[in-house]
């Protein structure tokens, strides 16, 4: 016979309890002034979710070694791994810790116009949004200092937290109500966060503030990401592309990269006088 939800409510509240989130600030708060604290769930283990990544990533560098798109343009690869080798360094502004990472940087053949940083600093530009986003050495930067600030604020993890949480809340209402199969598979949800999950607005925002930081401190001009996000509207059609759905409106965006741009534009010209 089955529990009625009314007699489950004392389970799930003790099942909440059990797992109870941990308040975690990951990196300084920077010239930016992020310093949002993050939720996350002893669920997910944060180290085992990093390997997880490096092994993700190891997957789809062979993958596009095999199809023959990877660092198949020598001029292009040897371009974004300069700009990264500059931008890697700053990231001791936020978390001296991410400057001994593993590093890897690479460039996938690809017409998509993407980019991406897994936990743990691994590095992937496609080829697309250099080619047809014609851009310059700052607006790479934007991309791949944006990029970068979403591995040291660790926003995969949060994301995992978040589902693996939901999933576990699903799990005891089915064992509660009685269903039979009710699993929680956190690996499942950790790879979700890495690559099914999309980022929250808070999260895009964070990673556009420390992305500007990051850039500014290795003297490229933190203003580039204003005329990059301008590039990205025209090729979407005035709207945005499908990697950046869930991102903020390209207005409150603008808006926001203007000021945050302009916050650490001392650092921009302390790091080009050097």
Same mark, same amino acid.
């Given at each position: ?21 941990? #308040? &975690? ?30 092994? /993700? ?5 062979? #993958? ?60 992937? &530009?496609?080829?697309?949004?250099? !080619?047809?986003?014609?851009?310059? !050495? ?32 699903? #799990? &005891? ?6 269903? +039979?199969?009710? #699993? ?7 790879? /979700? ?14 990673? !556009? ?11 490229? !001009? ?22 950046? +759905?869930?991102?903020?409106? /390209?207005?409150?965006? /603008? ?8 916050? &650490? ?10």
């Amino acid at each position: 016979m089955g529990i009625s939800f009314r007699r489950a409510a004392p389970i799930l509240a003790a099942s909440a309890i059990a797992v109870a989130c941990a #308040t &975690v600030q990951t990196t300084a708060p920077g010239t930016v002034g992020v310093d949002r604290k993050q939720t996350v769930s002893p669920l997910v283990n944060r180290d085992s979710l990093t390997k997880q990544a490096s092994l /993700q990533y190891r997957q789809v560098v062979t #993958t596009a070694e095999k199809k023959n798109a990877l660092n198949v343009d020598r001029q292009q690869t040897e371009r974004v791994r300069k700009i990264s080798s500059r931008l890697i360094p700053t990231v001791a502004a936020f978390r001296p810790d991410a400057v001994g990472w593993n590093w890897e940087v690479n460039v996938l053949a690809s017409k998509e116009v993407n980019a991406w940083c897994m936990p743990g600093g691994k590095i992937a &530009v496609y080829s697309g949004l250099i !080619d047809q986003l014609k851009i310059t !050495d700052d607006e790479l930067a934007a991309v791949i200092g944006h990029e970068i600030a979403h591995a040291l604020r660790e926003h995969a993890w949060e994301r995992a937290s978040q589902a693996a949480n939901a999933q576990l809340g699903l #799990t &005891v209402i089915g064992i509660a109500l009685g269903a +039979s199969g009710a #699993t929680m598979d956190v690996a499942g949800m950790a790879y /979700q966060a890495m690559f099914g999950l999309p980022n929250s607005r808070e999260q895009e925002t964070e990673a !556009d503030r420390i992305g500007v930081e990051l850039a500014a401190r290795a003297g490229f !001009d933190p203003r580039a990401a204003i005329s990059l996000w301008d590039k990205m509207g025209r090729i979407s059609g005035g709207g945005q592309p499908q990697w950046l +759905s869930t991102h903020p409106s /390209q207005a409150s965006r /603008q808006k926001d990269l203007a000021l945050y741009s302009a916050k &650490v534009m001392p650092l921009y010209e302390q790091a080009k006088a050097r």
